[in-house]
C-alpha cells in the first residue's frame, strides 16, 4: 500500500496530518493546522534511484579530547545554569517573552567571549546590524570583538561561519526568522524552523562550535511552533521575569550536560543585565516589618538556598463563590493547604477570599513552601504579624503534619547568613547557629500564632498592637 502523503502540519505542536482540519487532536489548539509541502523535506525524491551509503570510520568511546570540554562565558549567572559553560559543538535553545531581554543577555555573553579572545559571532534576523550596534552602544560593549551580521538564509550563515578560524560560539537571533532553501514552506512555520534547526545543529556538531538559538514563547509559555526544536537540541533555557520587576530568572528546563534545576538571577538595569550573586538580598530588600500576612520562605532552588517573601491577605468575601488567586506559586498547592486548614486546624476560611504572593516575581515550585504559605495566611486572618526573625519551611501534608524536606541544613546556613535569629520547620537540619522551633503539626503552628494575637481578632482591624 502506498504510504500517504502527509502535508498537513500543526504549527503548535508539528503534528502531521493527511488533510486539513481545524482542531489539532495532538495539542487541542484551533485552527494552527497548514498545509506544507513535505515532499521537497524527503530527502529521497521520486523517481531517483536511492543512494549506495558512503563508509565511514567507527571510533573507540575513549579517545583524546580536543579542547577543554567546557568554555566558561564569564558570566557566572549564565554558566551556573548551563552546567559550567559551553560543551563543544553543543546547542542551545534559550526561549523566553518577547521583550524579556534575551538579545541583551546574548550580547553580553558573545561580548564577554570575544574579551577573552575567544572568537564569537552574532547573527541578528529580526533586527539590523546598527540596531544591534546602538544595544552594544547603550551596554558599553562597543570595545568588544564579536562579529555581527543580519542575515535569515541558514545556508549563507553555515557557509561563512564555516569559513576561517571556527567560532566557538554562534548566537542565531531568532531561529524563528531563518530559512532555509531545502524546504519550500515560508519561514516561521514549523517545517522551516525544523529544517533550519537541524542544518545548524548539524553545522556545530561538525565544526565544534557552539550555536545558541533563541526561540520566541507563547503566551502559555511553550516556545512557539518550534516545540520540535526542544527534541533536538542540547539544552533549553528558559529567561523569565515578571513584566513589571526588574528580576530576571535563567532556568535550565533541558540539559544534556548539565544538571536542570539550577537558576541564573540577573536584573534588568539600564545599561544591560547585571548578575545577582546573592538573591536573597534583593528578594528580601523591601520587607513590609511588622505587618500581618508575610512569611520568610527559605527554599532552595537548584542547589541555591534562596530566601523570599510569600505575602498573603485574607480577607471577607463578598461573592458567592470566594475568590482563590495566586501569583508565584501553584494554584493547587495552595487549595490544598487551604483545605487542610480547614479540615485539621479549624482555620475557616469559606467565607474569604485568599490571595497569595511571592514577593519579587519569583516563581516557587517546592512544596516546601507549604509552611511558609500557611503561616502568611493564617497570620493575615488573625491579623496578627509574624515575628519578623524567623524564617518558615516544611511540607503540609493532607493530615495536617509537616514533613521534611531537602536541605533543611543549606536553608537554615542562609537564613542565619541574612541575619535571622530562628526558624520555624520540621525537625532535622543538623548542625546551625539558628534556634530551630520544630513543628510536627500545622494545628500547633496555627495555636502558636492564633497565642500571639494581644487582642482578640477583628477587635483591632489593623493589627497593630
Ligand atoms: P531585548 O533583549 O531586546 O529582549 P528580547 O530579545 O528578549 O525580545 O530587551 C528589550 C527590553 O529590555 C526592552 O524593553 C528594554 C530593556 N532594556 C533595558 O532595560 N536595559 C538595557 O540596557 C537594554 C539593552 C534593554
Ligand atoms: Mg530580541
Avoid at 538564509?153 to 569559513?163: F, H, P, Y
Avoid at 523569565?240 to 540577573?266: C, M, W
Wanted: glycine content about 12%; charged content about 20%; some cysteine.
Amino acid at each position: 500500500m502506498a504510504r500517504r502523503e502527509q502535508s498537513f502540519i500543526c504549527q503548535n505542536c508539528g503534528a502531521a496530518y493527511g488533510r486539513w482540519q481545524g482542531k489539532c487532536d495532538a495539542c487541542g489548539e484551533w485552527n494552527t493546522i497548514a498545509e506544507e509541502s513535505s515532499a521537497t523535506a524527503r530527502p529521497q525524491l521520486p523517481g531517483r534511484a536511492p543512494r549506495k551509503g558512503r563508509l565511514f570510520a567507527l571510533e573507540p568511546l575513549a579517545g583524546a579530547a580536543h579542547d577543554a570540554p567546557r568554555l566558561p562565558s564569564g558570566i557566572a549567572e549564565f554558566d551556573r545554569v548551563t552546567g559550567g559553560g559551553f560543551v563543544r559543538g553543543s546547542v542551545l535553545l534559550l526561549g523566553g517573552d518577547p521583550g524579556i531581554g534575551k538579545s541583551t543577555l546574548l550580547i553580553q555573553v558573545a561580548a564577554a567571549l570575544a574579551r577573552d579572545k575567544r572568537r564569537a559571532v552574532y547573527i541578528s534576523g529580526e533586527e539590523a546590524v546598527a540596531q544591534v550596534r546602538l544595544r552594544a552602544e547603550r551596554l558599553g560593549l562597543t570595545g568588544a570583538q564579536v562579529e555581527l551580521a543580519a542575515e535569515t538564509s541558514v545556508e549563507d550563515i553555515v557557509a561563512t561561519l564555516g569559513e576561517g578560524e571556527t567560532p566557538r560560539l554562534a548566537i542565531i537571533d531568532s531561529i524563528q526568522t531563518m530559512w532555509t532553501d531545502t524546504v519550500e514552506s515560508a519561514p516561521g512555520t514549523v517545517t522551516q524552523v525544523r529544517a533550519s534547526a537541524q542544518a545548524l545543529i548539524r553545522f556545530a556538531k561538525r565544526s565544534g562550535a557552539a550555536v545558541i538559538l533563541v526561540g520566541h514563547v507563547t503566551k502559555d509559555g511553550q516556545i512557539a511552533g518550534p516545540r520540535v526544536v526542544e527534541h533536538m537540541v542540547d539544552a533549553v533555557l528558559s529567561f523569565e521575569g515578571e513584566g513589571s520587576h526588574q528580576f530576571r530568572i535563567l532556568r535550565a528546563v533541558k540539559n544534556r550536560f548539565g544538571p536542570t534545576d539550577e537558576i541564573g538571577v540577573f536584573e534588568m538595569t539600564g545599561g544591560g543585565l547585571r548578575e545577582i550573586a546573592n538573591p536573597s538580598e534583593l528578594f528580601l530588600s523591601e520587607r513590609d516589618l511588622g505587618s500581618p500576612g508575610t512569611a520568610v520562605f527559605a527554599g532552595i532552588e537548584g542547589s541555591r538556598p534562596l530566601l523570599v517573601e510569600i505575602q498573603a491577605l485574607v480577607a471577607p468575601t463578598s461573592l458567592g463563590t470566594p475568590r482563590r488567586a495566586v501569583v508565584g506559586w501553584d494554584q493547587n498547592r495552595l487549595s490544598m493547604v487551604l483545605a487542610v486548614l480547614e479540615a485539621h486546624c479549624g482555620v475557616k476560611l469559606s467565607g474569604h477570599d485568599v490571595y497569595l504572593n511571592v514577593a519579587g516575581g519569583l516563581r516557587i515550585q517546592e512544596p516546601a513552601a507549604d509552611l511558609a504559605a500557611a503561616a502568611a495566611l493564617v497570620s493575615s486572618l488573625a491579623h496578627a504579624p509574624l515575628p519578623a526573625d524567623a524564617v518558615y519551611f516544611g511540607e503540609v501534608s493532607l493530615s495536617g503534619a509537616i514533613r521534611p524536606v531537602t536541605q533543611a541544613a543549606a536553608r537554615l546556613k542562609e537564613a542565619q547568613k541574612l541575619g535571622f535569629g530562628r526558624a520555624i520547620a520540621p525537625e532535622g537540619g543538623g548542625e546551625h547557629g539558628l534556634a530551630l522551633q520544630s513543628v510536627t503539626s500545622l494545628a500547633s503552628l496555627v495555636a502558636d500564632i492564633a497565642a500571639s494575637v494581644p487582642i482578640p481578632k477583628f477587635a483591632n482591624p489593623r493589627g497593630t498592637p
